[in-house]
């Protein structure tokens, strides 16, 4: 079912009649969570991206060059505080796709000691107990009970961070459902579909797709882009400005297992609309992208009325590719933390992380990010009273 606005707004009904994508005629995109969260998007005709999540978290992307060779800057703007990210830019398809670059390489004998196993499995307490976030997944998610090597270590930072940002966007939404059921669990949000669980089996494949992301980024600190160090500049170079022909990570045979990272919106195989959250777990099933730019995934595990564990769904591969940068992004942040914890709470003391700034993954964040924003807040949420008067005037088909 949909419903459109006077303005020409059109918005998708899921299932169960709520409202799950919303399309403004300026071309904005609303995301509707099943959990209440949601995310904007706005394509700008000087090619910025803007997503946000309400309440001025998001970012903003912008592209540059360094060398002559297509980058972009993402600048995230989150608490009250802003940050940047770096994207080396590649052509597939006739379209542009970006790849993380880190901002910090690490030490060969720290990789490898990250890599392999420590020499005992390591208990660690990670200090979640009271934490509201961890309370309400308590039915989904549980940290393993012992870590014999660092990628199940990495695997649970990974999966923690996306279920603390999700439980912020209901947070932050309103939306959130922490009465407890009869069993004394959160009550996520309603509906009758219960939650998978992670299993320890699925949480061993990520291990492996981390394991995978480690080797190849002591591969990459061994071997430097020569053009890493080359000057930035906003101007395009002459003749071809479109980067390298290449295929997007997310479509690597060698990497299967995506962790959603942000609100997506999908179909169920009976073409009703449903949604993937933060800390679902996805398997790619194609290596090619269909017409329409979707590439196939089963949904490993999902949480309560998300789209069904076990189902196939279409994903388009622009989401696919922001949730292998945004994973990356968290290993190599996750890196840097377990570096921290050397010698602490368990964990064994190895070689030092000795790292070092990656001239091709610096990048200064957009001091305009907060402010642009707060009007794309502004702009979805007129869009969505729109609909709701729409709806409640009987404009629907």
Same mark, same amino acid.
């Given at each position: 079912m949909s419903v459109e606005t006077k303005s020409g707004t059109r918005a998708n009904l899921d299932r169960n009649g709520r409202v799950s994508t919303?399309?403004?005629?300026?071309?904005?995109?609303?995301?509707?969570?099943?959990?209440?969260?949601?995310?904007?998007?706005?394509?700008?005709?000087?090619?910025?991206?803007?997503?946000?999540?309400?309440?001025?978290?998001?970012?903003?992307?912008?592209?540059?060059?360094?060398?002559?060779?297509?980058?972009?800057?993402?600048?995230?703007?989150?608490g009250g505080h802003s940050y940047a990210y770096a994207y080396r830019g590649y052509n597939y398809g006739g379209r542009p796709y970006y790849g993380y670059v880190p901002a910090v390489y690490y030490g060969p004998a720290y990789y490898g000691w990250a890599y392999n196993p420590w020499p005992a499995p390591v208990a660690y307490g990670w200090g979640w107990g009271g934490s509201p976030w961890?309370?309400?997944?308590?039915?989904?998610?549980?940290?393993?009970?012992?870590?014999?090597?660092?990628?199940?270590?990495?695997?649970?930072?990974?999966?923690?961070?996306?279920?603390?940002?999700?439980?912020?966007?209901?947070?932050?939404?309103?939306?959130?459902?922490?009465?407890?059921?009869?069993?004394?669990?959160?009550?996520?949000?309603?509906?009758?579909?219960?939650?998978?669980?992670?299993?320890?089996?699925?949480?061993?494949?990520?291990?492996?797709?981390?394991?995978?992301?480690?080797?190849?980024?002591?591969?990459?600190?061994?071997?430097?882009?020569?053009?890493a160090s080359a000057a930035v500049s906003?101007?395009?170079?002459?003749? &071809?400005?479109?980067? %390298? *022909?290449?295929?997007? @990570?997310?479509?690597?045979?060698?990497?299967?297992?995506?962790?959603?990272? /942000?609100?997506?919106?999908?179909?169920?195989?009976?073409?009703?609309?449903?949604?993937?959250?933060?800390?679902?777990?996805?398997?790619?099933?194609?290596?090619t992208p269909d017409a329409d730019n979707n590439v196939k995934v089963l949904v490993a595990s999902s949480q309560k009325n998300d789209c069904a564990a076990g189902s196939q769904v279409p994903v388009s591969l622009q989401d696919l590719q922001d949730m292998h940068n945004d994973f990356r992004a968290k290993i190599s942040e996750g890196l840097g933390k377990l570096a921290e914890n050397q010698g602490k709470n368990g964990i064994p003391k190895g070689p030092p992380a000795a790292s070092k700034p990656n001239p091709a993954g610096q990048a200064?964040? &957009?001091?305009?990010? %907060? *402010?642009?924003?707060? @009007?794309?807040?502004?702009?979805?949420?007129?869009?969505?009273?729109?609909? /709701?008067?729409a709806a409640s005037d009987g404009g629907g088909d």
């Open positions: 919303i399309h403004t005629k300026s071309g904005m995109t609303i995301n509707h969570g099943a959990h209440g969260e949601r995310r904007f998007e706005t394509r700008r005709a000087d090619g910025t991206r803007v997503v946000g999540y309400g309440r001025g978290r998001g970012y903003a992307e912008r592209g540059y060059y360094r060398g002559g060779h297509p980058y972009m800057r993402r600048s995230y703007y989150y961890y309370g309400y997944y308590g039915g989904y998610f549980a940290p393993a009970p012992v870590y014999p090597y660092p990628a199940l270590w990495l695997t649970d930072y990974l999966l923690a961070a996306n279920l603390q940002a999700a439980y912020e966007a209901q947070a932050a939404a309103g939306a959130l459902n922490v009465s407890p059921t009869a069993d004394g669990q959160p009550a996520w949000g309603g509906g009758d579909e219960a939650p998978t669980t992670l299993t320890p089996e699925l949480k061993e494949k990520i291990a492996q797709e981390i394991k995978m992301q480690i080797a190849e980024e002591k591969q990459a600190a061994a071997h430097p882009d020569p053009a906003s101007t395009p170079p002459s003749g &071809d400005q479109k980067g %390298a *022909d290449e295929t997007p @990570a997310a479509l690597d045979p060698n990497h299967r297992i995506f962790v959603v990272s /942000q609100v997506v919106s999908s179909t169920n195989p009976d073409s009703t609309e449903c949604s993937l959250s933060p800390g679902d777990i996805l398997s790619r099933v194609d290596d200064q964040p &957009d001091l305009t990010v %907060a *402010d642009t924003l707060k @009007a794309q807040e502004g702009e979805a949420g007129q869009a969505e009273k729109e609909v /709701q008067d």
